[in-house]
């Protein structure tokens, strides 16, 4: 087995949903995890600016870890850049987290499913494309959230969110039309599943909420180069902070996560 390591990208912790599903299937890869807190959150960028951030972001870090495959473990940074990224570095696989549209679409039994994602994946064409693609015999309303990825950071970091706050965010995706009601909302960050908990509880009735990580995970397993049967050591897993700068709690978070901050 190759000693590169898988290298994965979010804008903040919301990534780890997708480290904590690709280790169980990856148990005997190292890990790079990348926070990009400098450019948190990317909802707000401008596009031109957040894809060249990500082309030069990705540059370095390819250089300096020079890894096996890149994982885009962010919906708002792959629609954008992903097909950039793989123009700027045909050498490195990259695998990107996209709206989980298609399952949602095949699932759904009243045709009522919404998107939940930050402004940025709502309004982008990719994710537009991906509804005209898949989601064309069922209703997909398309809800962009300004505050949900910003409460799980809060979240992760100090124990605690405000409910109501969660509540206001989340109740735009549900719909009741000539007697259906929304059944599916795809969790199209991957800061969301921190807070499915919570938007279970404060959801006016149960919805199957879909969350994209373990198949981000599998994906990534399908694409690593088959290995000699020679395993070669194995590094630490990391955490890398682009600020630089990693608070007390932030460390102890990824330290939970098995990572060296």
Not at 49 to 59: K, T
Not at 177 to 197: M, Q, S
Request: proline residues 7%.
């Amino acid at each position: 087995m190759s000693a590169k390591p898988v290298l994965m990208l979010d804008s903040g912790v919301g990534g780890l949903t997708v480290l904590r599903e690709a280790r169980v299937l990856m148990p005997d890869r190292q890990f790079v995890y990348v926070a990009d807190d400098a450019g948190f959150p990317y909802g707000g960028w401008e596009e031109g600016a957040l894809r060249a951030r990500l082309v030069e972001l990705f540059g370095r870090l390819i250089e300096m870890h020079r890894p096996e495959i890149a994982v885009i473990a962010c919906n708002t940074a792959s629609t954008l850049a992903l097909d950039a990224l793989r123009a700027a570095y045909p050498a490195t696989p990259f695998v990107g987290t996209v709206p989980a549209i298609k399952p949602a679409a095949e699932r759904t039994r009243s045709g009522l499913v919404s998107v939940l994602a930050t402004p940025g994946t709502v309004k982008r064409q990719y994710t537009r494309d991906l509804i005209q693609q898949w989601g064309a015999r069922c209703q997909v309303k398309l809800v962009g959230s300004v505050r949900l990825a910003t409460l799980a950071e809060a979240y992760m970091r100090d124990g605690f969110v405000d409910e109501e706050a969660v509540r206001a965010e989340i109740e735009p995706c549900f719909i009741e039309e000539a007697g259906r009601r929304t059944d599916i909302v795809v969790l199209a960050c991957t800061h969301y599943p921190f807070l499915v908990n919570r938007m279970r509880k404060t959801a006016p009735w149960p919805v199957d909420w879909l969350d994209p990580a373990e198949a981000i995970a599998r994906r990534a397993l399908s694409i690593l180069p088959a290995g000699d049967g020679e395993a070669a050591p194995r590094g630490k897993d990391l955490a890398v902070f682009t600020s630089g700068a990693v608070d007390p709690l932030a460390r102890r978070l990824m330290q939970g996560f098995g990572l060296s901050a």
